[in-house]
């Protein structure tokens, strides 16, 4: 007989909403996870990615709308250790060493994973005895990643948690996720990551989805192009199609919806160097998607 995790969601949100006050955070949305999947959530500052994070954590109680996590309560479900939070940011204890922290947690979850286990994971064995006001900004992160997954959580809920993380830590951080291997649900600025370690990607905007699916899934929602030319003054954005442009190196990267139009305007002015002209990203996706709302 199939245990309930395998049979039922992990996450089940139904037509969540939430204010601030007059601001309507987030509007009507219903989200399913399967046990095992990895998703990204993505938006732009103030989209309500972190405001639905809460709510599914049961830190803020929805206007309307449920929460279910393994099919319970978010506060059953965290009382039962089956889920492990990570926020974008925290206070640590700050003449507490890394060991005591997770010896601390360890003891507090029904079947923790030992603390050895937990250090290795988070590359911290070298750092146990370091007290936490002494840890680098992604030292600490790693740190917290290990907070949340001591006690072996059955969902991992991350807001932003590469965020001010340089690259080589950024990647040994998703070395990390990888191998512990349970159901995760990230939201994150850093888009290339959601490509890369998402099996779905959930777009809001305006506290709604306006898109959910897999990478491939989310391009194909827009019939949007890139246009690279050599980098001058010139104001690109005022060109026909162009939704988004961006510096790199010595190169303007030009997110368009037309790229035959873009092509020719570049010509007509006289900006036509060096051009190459490609598929669309998640980044171009996601900017086409967030400019069509807006």
Do not use: C
């Amino acid at each position: 007989m199939r245990s309930y995790r395998e049979v039922m969601d992990a996450v089940a949100l139904e037509k969540l909403s939430y204010a601030y006050g007059t601001v309507q955070a987030v509007e009507d949305v219903s989200l399913r996870i399967a046990a095992g999947e990895v998703v990204a959530v993505l938006g732009p500052n103030g989209a309500g990615k972190s405001t639905t994070l809460l709510m599914l954590l049961g830190l803020l109680p929805p206007r309307t709308g449920t929460v279910r996590l393994f099919g319970r309560t978010p506060a059953a479900a965290v009382a039962a250790g089956q889920v492990g939070a990570m926020p974008q940011v925290g206070g640590l204890l700050p003449h507490a060493t890394v060991g005591d922290l997770l010896r601390f947690l360890h003891d507090v979850y029904p079947k923790p994973m030992p603390v050895a286990e937990a250090l290795d994971l988070a590359d911290l064995t070298e750092l146990a005895r370091r007290p936490a006001e002494r840890l680098s900004g992604g030292q600490a992160q790693r740190l917290r990643f290990a907070m949340a997954v001591i006690g072996r959580p059955d969902l991992l809920v991350l807001d932003e948690p590469t965020a001010a993380l340089d690259v080589s830590a950024r990647r040994a951080f998703w070395a990390a996720m990888r191998g512990y291997g349970r159901t995760v649900l990230f939201s994150t600025h850093y888009l290339e990551e959601a490509d890369a370690n998402a099996d779905r990607i959930v777009v809001l905007d305006r506290g709604r989805v306006i898109a959910d699916g897999t990478a491939a899934e989310v391009k194909r929602r827009v019939d949007v192009r890139t246009v690279s030319v050599a980098l001058t003054t010139a104001d690109y954005s005022v060109l026909p199609g162009v939704v988004a442009v961006h510096r790199r190196n010595d190169r303007a990267v030009l997110t368009t919806t037309d790229a035959d139009e873009t092509v020719l305007a570049l010509a007509a002015a006289g900006l036509l160097r060096d051009l190459e002209v490609g598929g669309a990203d998640l980044e171009s996706a996601f900017l086409a998607l967030t400019a069509r709302e807006a």
